[in-house]
């Protein structure tokens, strides 16, 4: 039997494994609007998917005049998660293709997310493969860095003894695929049409060297690489 041609494969959270952008940036819109910058859901996903918040204070301060405060960013954190609790599912054939994936790697995956931890734990558990990934949760807001720097995935290929360069990272951002080819990582860009994801093309550009539009594809894209 061929063997498993990556160490590990490292999985971003948002948009890869959760449909939770629209949710997210949703309370965002709102909250912004809240402080008189008016955003429609789609506008504000085109500007802060694939980022943290609290890493785009310059822009939000520079359109409402308003400095973010820990408190804001607590209220949005409360308000967003009481949005994921009600409304966060799984991207469709996601919990299927990582069960599949944590058992041709013998569990050497992890999830390294920009988004905080809670977030990141509270989603996985929500759409029940938490469990796959207990104690390789890596969030970008306890590294030096957030992407589209490589951090969180250098971290992630660290705690489980792998060679970044030999790990495959799963993306669906322009920022996490940047993050992903600079740690040295083989990108694997997911990009379906009909859920607001970054275009094949500037995932390319970004670093990614597969696009595909169906998490279902995955497991099999993994196993038969070959550079």
């Known amino acids: 039997m061929r063997s498993f041609p990556f160490e590990a494969v490292l999985f971003d959270c948002d948009g890869v494994l959760v449909d939770s952008e629209p949710i997210t940036n949703g309370v965002l819109a709102q909250m912004l609007g809240e402080l008189g910058w008016q955003l429609t859901v789609q506008e504000s996903m085109r500007l802060f998917t694939g980022k943290a918040v609290k890493d785009e204070s310059a822009l939000i301060e520079s359109r409402t005049g308003f400095v973010l405060t820990p408190e ?30 944590h058992r041709a790697t013998d569990g050497r995956i992890a999830c390294a997310s920009g988004a905080d931890r809670h977030k990141v734990e509270l989603q996985l558990e929500m759409i029940g493969i938490l469990e796959c990934f207990e104690g390789r949760v890596f969030s970008g807001h306890e590294m030096p ?20 360069t030999r790990c495959a990272v799963v993306e669906d951002t322009v920022t ?46 993994l196993a038969d690489w070959a550079p």
């Open 72 to 101: 804001w960013l607590t209220t949005f954190r409360l308000r967003r998660n009481a949005a994921l609790e009600r409304d966060l599912v799984a991207i469709p054939n996601a919990v299927d293709a990582v069960r599949a994936i």
């Open 145 to 164: 860095r957030s992407k589209p720097a490589p951090d969180v995935y250098l971290a992630a290929a660290a705690a489980l003894g792998a060679d970044p």
């Open 176 to 221: 996490g695929a940047t993050a992903g080819a600079e740690a040295g990582a083989t990108v694997f860009g997911y990009s379906p049409s009909d859920l607001g994801h970054s275009g094949p093309d500037a995932l390319r550009a970004a670093g990614a060297v597969r696009i595909f539009s169906d998490m279902a594809q995955l497991p099999a894209l």
